[in-house]
């Protein structure tokens, strides 16, 4: 049974609220309200509250909330209470997210737009925010052409790059399992782009591809995927999916009894699936792009303490780091800039490193010039079926991996912004 807090659905009774007049989703909130006030500045929040991806976009919204209360509580943005507007994109509907985008812009007038975790999500939201000139933060959808190929000077990405994730695993994946790999991916752009900056990572250290799957989102029935990557008899099985899905393919693989017999691993792991799953199926070497437990990072204590107290006890994830860090890079790069025009912000974070209280991590992660693409650091390490001292401490962090090390150069990326002229 998955704990209370991290079940991918959503009490409705207590978090959301329906607006009569324009059938709209929003976030039961102390800074929500139906009557936007023209001095508020307004963040619209365009993320998953339901499907796949329900649980990390809960704890997105978290942390997102938390930031919103720190800043108000220091004056707001430019001395104006910030209002938090959210819709609920769904965990995979490209229009329904399109939509939703094109509301908070053209209706609500937000200043900001945030959103999604679903990769291809992110990318068509970012493609909105770039036609109507709003900044944009994209706090979790990885997928590279959103800093990369499809890169826009108005959008801003604060977890990493799917390449970036891969590069910091492959090495640690070939040294500990062995060179040949099997892929389950989901078949969309996130796992698509993973799966392709695995392949070339490890092809770098020697590793080969003995084949691989394409799954559905929404997957409940992996036993096919299984039964094929078994034949296959490789070193590794990759699993790539994210959210339910990755709880599903993990414990049947344990039920299959493929542990025994292959290394399971991938690059991005999560806290939402480590305790999604039961304890024998939490194992494998794992990305975490953040984690709760860095008792000498200034903050983070703190952080977890605030966390905890708006999650029934419950420690932040990566997804809670995410929605914190794009609602404080809103109101950052607002205050950098003196002004709420997109393009001024968005020149001023050029190079800008993310202060210590908003970072929690050894060291400053910064927005790469010309990209838009925070670089941080990014956690190494294995699952563990319990933690010694508290049960949500279910990730060992074996080896913190400096952000640009991994990140490549920025013609590495493809991205070529285009300014407004």
């Not at 094109?102 to 036609?131: P, T």
Request: net charge neutral; with cysteine.
């Amino acid at each position: 049974m998955k704990p209370e807090y991290f079940s991918m659905k959503l009490d409705r009774r207590t978090v959301l609220k329906t607006a009569a007049a324009a059938g709209a989703l929003q976030i039961a909130s102390p800074f929500v309200s139906t009557a936007r006030a023209a001095d508020e500045v307004k963040i619209g929040l365009d993320n998953p509250l339901t499907g796949t991806y329900a649980a990390l976009g809960k704890n997105e919204l978290i942390g997102a909330q938390l930031a919103l209360e720190q800043i108000n509580a220091k004056g707001g943005i430019l001395g104006r209470k910030a209002e938090l507007l959210v819709e609920d994109s769904t965990s995979g509907d490209a229009g329904t997210a399109v939509q939703k985008a094109r509301k908070l812009i053209d209706r609500d007038q937000v200043n900001f737009l945030v959103g999604n975790i679903n990769s291809a999500l992110a990318q068509a939201i970012a493609n909105v925010a770039y036609e109507k000139k709003i900044f944009h933060v994209v706090p979790g959808g990885h997928t590279d052409s959103v800093t990369g190929s499809n890169c826009h000077w108005n959008v801003f990405r604060i977890c990493n790059t799917t390449q970036m994730e891969a590069n910091a695993v492959a090495g640690t994946l070939i040294k500990k399992a062995g060179k040949k790999w099997y892929y389950l991916t989901p078949d969309y752009a996130f796992g698509h782009t993973l799966q392709a900056g695995l392949e070339k990572a490890a092809a770098k250290l020697g590793g080969t591809k003995l084949g691989g799957d394409l799954t559905p989102l929404g997957t409940t029935d992996f036993s096919s995927y299984l039964i094929k990557a078994q034949a296959a008899n490789p070193d590794v099985i990759i699993f790539l999916q994210a959210g339910d899905d990755a709880v599903n393919a993990l414990k049947q693989a344990v039920q299959f009894g493929l542990d025994k017999k292959f290394h399971l691993a991938g690059a991005q792991q999560e806290l939402e699936v480590l305790l999604g799953l039961p304890p024998e199926a939490r194992i494998g070497t794992w990305v975490f792009e953040w984690y709760w437990k860095q008792p000498n990072v200034p903050h983070v204590k703190e952080f977890v303490a605030e966390i905890r107290k708006k999650s029934s006890g419950h420690v932040p994830t990566a997804r809670t780091w995410f929605g914190f860090a794009s609602i404080h890079t809103c109101a950052l790069a607002a205050a950098q800039a003196k002004s709420l025009d997109a393009e001024k912000m968005a020149k001023v974070m050029q190079g800008f490193k993310l202060p210590p209280e908003v970072a929690l991590m050894p060291d400053a992660p910064f927005f790469r010039e010309g990209q838009g693409q925070l670089i941080p650091d990014l956690y190494v390490g294995h699952a563990q079926s319990k933690g010694a001292e508290d049960p949500e401490d279910l990730f060992v962090v074996d080896e913190v991996v400096k952000g640009p090390d991994v990140a490549g150069t920025l013609e590495e990326t493809g991205c070529k912004q285009t300014w407004p002229s």
